[in-house]
């Protein structure tokens, strides 16, 4: 089983769309628990984090205590508003059963036409936990700094190799 991460402010809509499918995931075993780190939201994305159920954490809190108090030994960071595809399930557990085991991101959505997706490495630069994050708690406490508190201190340093399952990538943020 696996904890699944959110790291909001006034992401209340994009929080949603995201948890809906993870239901059925939760239902069926596949999640041991979801850990909202919400900076100070001034919407309503503290009542649905409550509402879903939600571990609720305040940004600032040292990731290293979230992460050692997280229930599940693989934890899942991803951006409000992604979505995993169907089936993501398996191929976690396909990925985190290997030995060789290690950091791991998805793979973006085949969404729009074959253009836009030959492109969109140059149109769609997001952050770097836009592919989501797959790491296990263990490597997670190994990689993260004494001070660390953002959710991109996860991803720092780490050569991630795609696990077999595809992304919704949030939309894009406005500028």
């Given at each position: 089983m696996v904890t699944i991460l959110f790291f909001t402010h006034n992401q209340a809509h994009l929080l949603a769309h995201s948890l809906a499918p993870l239901v059925h995931d939760a239902i069926e075993g596949h999640i041991?628990?979801?850990?909202?780190?919400?900076?100070?939201?001034?919407?309503?994305?503290?009542?649905?984090?409550?509402?879903?159920?939600?571990?609720?954490?305040?940004?600032?809190?040292p990731l290293r205590d979230i992460v050692s108090g997280a229930r599940g030994d693989w934890l899942i960071v991803i951006e409000p508003g992604a979505r995993l595809a169907d089936g993501w399930n398996g191929a976690?557990?396909?990925?985190?059963?290997?030995?060789?085991?290690?950091?791991?991101?998805?793979?973006?959505?085949?969404?729009?036409?074959?253009?836009?997706?030959?492109?969109?490495?140059?149109?769609?630069?997001?952050?770097?936990?836009?592919?989501?994050?797959?790491?296990?708690?263990?490597?997670?406490?190994?990689?993260?700094?004494?001070?660390?508190?953002?959710?991109?201190?996860?991803?720092?340093?780490?050569?991630?190799r795609p696990v077999k399952s595809e992304i919704a990538m949030p939309p894009k943020p406005k500028a």
């Open positions: 041991s628990e979801v850990i909202v780190v919400d900076a100070a939201s001034t919407d309503s994305t503290a009542s649905i984090a409550d509402a879903a159920g939600c571990n609720a954490v305040e940004a600032g809190t976690v557990m396909d990925h985190i059963m290997r030995p060789d085991a290690s950091a791991a991101c998805f793979t973006p959505a085949k969404t729009g036409n074959w253009l836009s997706r030959v492109f969109f490495p140059i149109t769609g630069r997001r952050g770097p936990l836009s592919r989501g994050l797959l790491i296990s708690k263990t490597q997670a406490l190994a990689n993260l700094a004494d001070g660390a508190v953002n959710a991109e201190d996860l991803v720092r340093g780490l050569a991630l």
